[in-house]
Nanobody, 124 residues
């Protein structure tokens, strides 16, 4: 059974940092793109960033320059370093996978597997 489990969310002041982690189990995702999405209250789920097996990355314009996505293929894990956080970054952040060889923009309906999400709250 495939599981994606996020951790690292919490409450932080504007300008602060958080590091999210995603642990995958049940299969290896070495050749998959792994992604982060976020969903704020009353809004649709949005793409944040993706990373492929070669370390290639792709970011949404909203987070480019502030967030860094990475992964550890050997340990089947993925990370999102979030710096210079803003109140508008407040959302539930989801780990996901997409069966594609190269990091790219990903739509939610392309995703193969989802985690349960971790809450990130940025206070002003």
């Amino acid at each position: 059974q495939v599981q994606l489990v996020e951790s690292g969310g919490g409450l932080v002041q504007a300008g602060g940092s958080l590091r999210l982690s995603c642990a995958a189990s049940g299969r290896t995702f070495g050749r998959y793109v792994m992604c982060w999405f976020c969903q704020a209250p009353g809004k649709e789920r949005e793409f944040v960033a993706s990373v492929d097996s070669s370390g290639g990355t792709y970011y949404s314009e909203v987070v480019s320059g502030r967030f860094t996505i990475s992964r550890d293929i050997a340990w089947n894990k993925m990370y999102l370093q979030m710096n210079s956080l803003k109140p508008e970054d407040t959302a539930i952040y989801y780990c996901s996978t997409f069966n594609h060889p190269q990091a790219t923009y990903v739509q939610p309906d392309w995703v193969d597997y989802w985690g349960q999400g971790t809450q990130v709250t940025v206070s002003s």
